[in-house]
């Protein structure tokens, strides 16, 4: 990605190779996200309630979720996260070098400033996720589903039913609930994850000795995954308690009174672990990514 003079790839094939990528750490990596989704909802459940939580750390709940409802259950929603990531992994990381390269045009030379990345960053996540949104929420509800008290019966039978079920009871535009959070929190996201890992991969391969390999792809995407989670976490804190609080006004309104009650540490609360989740994601991701591209662009030289 970096700098990328071998960008040689096209559209379609850039998209295959992004969305390919995304996939592979989404299967990897959603026993994480599910149980960041229970942890997630737990806290809204159990406001005011003196029992003991039922879910503890992302480690712990993972464990009881395997326990109490099998293996699978940490799979749950994996259909749905597979379709967001073929649309917004393949459109946010496709998308970012041709978009990179119109904002700084065609007769630029040297290294690109990382504002230029930070902004096709910001928006190659933006208009993926307007995309993708509906993939987004139909994975959410399956993954809580979880929850639900013995006896009662599933809402949805599977992620295909889950997107009928909802236009059918809710209208076309409940598919895109959460839609201007979701925008703001993955294009900041996607920035970050993006022109980080674009600008510690250029500034590794400047170090004598290092070189475009492996080793250099799993340094880049942890860089990337620890400053995602230190840029994303205080959106996902405020989206979190907007979700579970409709007393606050507004996005603004949420941060400045979670900051003067609490103060600046509680947007990173579960530091590590929501970096144990996005860093590996993202090591696998590009790691993938990268090959990915290496062997399409092989497979290409062979043919000519």
Known sequence: ?????????????????????????????????????????????IAGDLTLPKYRGLLGTVGTIAREEGLRSLWKGVVPGLHRQCLFGGLRIGMY?????????????????????????LTTGALGIM???????????????????????????????????????????????GLGPNVARNAIINAAELASYDQVKQTILKIPGFTDNVVTHILSGLGAGFFAVCIGSPVDVVKSRMMGDPSYKGTIDCFVKTLKADGLMAFYKGFI????????????????????????????????
């Open 1 to 45: 990605m970096v700098a990328d003079s071998k960008s040689d790839l096209s559209l379609p094939k850039t998209f295959a190779c992004s969305a390919f990528a995304a996939c592979v750490a989404e299967v990897c990596t959603i026993p994480l996200d599910t149980a960041k989704v229970r942890l997630q909802l737990q806290k809204s459940a």
């Open 97 to 121: 070098e041709p978009v990179k390269n119109l904002y700084v045009g065609k007769d630029h030379v040297g290294d690109v400033p990382l504002s230029k990345k930070i902004l096709a960053g």
């Open 131 to 177: 995309v993708a949104n509906p993939t987004d929420l139909v994975k959410v509800r399956l993954q809580a589903e979880g929850k639900l008290a013995a006896g009662v019966p599933r809402r949805y039978s599977g992620s295909l039913n889950a997107y009928s079920t909802i236009v059918r009871q809710e209208g076309v535009r409940a598919l895109w609930t």
């Open 273 to 304: 672990p929501n970096f144990g989740r996005l860093g590996s994601w993202n090591v696998i991701m590009f790691l993938t990514l990268e090959q990915a591209k290496k062997y399409v662009r092989e497979l290409e030289s062979s043919k000519n």
